[in-house]
């Protein structure tokens, strides 16, 4: 079964931290893509990469930051955790042309 | 911003009976396509619809595009309460379909 793996289903950081999530999928997939969901705003994207070592910035870049080294792994990183980046955290991956395939989701609290 | 709305925001139904939701664009698209999301899960896509079709099918889920009209609808037939969730449209953005734009999604309740 193909996945979509997240490190942690949740998590709890201080202000000011740096945080690293990270996402692994196993399909060979060129795109992953991180997007964070909050109630009333839906789904907005932060970041996409489209191939190793590629990234481009989404709707909502600020604050964050990503790195994608090898294929299978893209990381958000948290540059100086704030309590507004207090959110749900999805990471998707797809093959070009295809629907994406969405991990079980991070719920990150900054306290 | 979203391209997509979804109506109704949100639904409810008896266990057996069909739900159908639709969803409505700005912007031509090359593709349409809907997840479901269960409770504090991630999205499960369910269809990816191009637009060249106007109908598909994947088990009891039947989803209709109308190019003309910018709208599609998700139909689920039989409906059980395992169907219970959050349904989300959404469809590329820009030039190229990198990235997708979620609409606000209709949240259905199955009940028993």
């Known amino acids: 079964d193909v996945k979509v793996t997240q490190s942690s289903r949740y998590l709890v950081k201080r202000t000011g931290e740096k945080v690293f999530l990270e996402c692994v999928q196993d399909?060979?997939?060129?795109?992953m893509f991180w997007y964070r969901q909050d109630p009333g705003l839906g789904l907005r994207l932060i970041y996409f990469?489209?191939?190793?070592?590629?990234?481009e910035k989404g709707d909502i870049p600020e604050g964050y930051s990503v790195s994608r080294e090898k294929k299978e792994r893209f990381s958000l990183i948290l540059e100086s955790a704030s309590t507004n980046q207090t959110s749900m955290y999805l990471c998707?991956?797809?093959?070009?042309?295809?629907?994406?395939?969405f991990g079980s989701g991070t719920r990150l609290t900054v306290v | 911003s979203q391209q997509g709305e979804e109506d109704p925001q949100a639904l409810s139904i008896q266990e057996g009976e069909n739900a159908t939701m639709n969803c409505s664009y700005k912007?031509?698209?090359?593709?349409l396509q809907w997840y479901r999301q269960n409770s504090g899960r991630g999205l499960v896509h369910l269809i990816l619809?191009?637009?060249?079709?106007r109908e598909k099918h994947s088990g009891r889920l039947r989803v209709t595009l109308d190019t003309s009209k910018k709208s599609s609808s998700l139909l689920i037939t039989a409906s059980r309460a395992a169907d219970t969730a959050s349904y989300f449209c959404?469809?590329?953005?820009?030039?190229?379909?990198?990235?997708?734009?979620f609409g606000a999604g209709t949240t259905v309740t199955v009940r028993a």
């Open positions: 998707a991956s797809r093959r070009t042309g295809n629907g994406y395939t």
């Open positions: 399909m060979d997939h060129e795109n």
């Open positions: 990469s489209y191939d190793v070592k590629m990234k």
């Open positions: 912007t031509s698209i090359n593709n």
């Open positions: 619809i191009r637009s060249n079709e």
């Open positions: 959404a469809m590329p953005v820009g030039s190229n379909d990198y990235k997708l734009s």
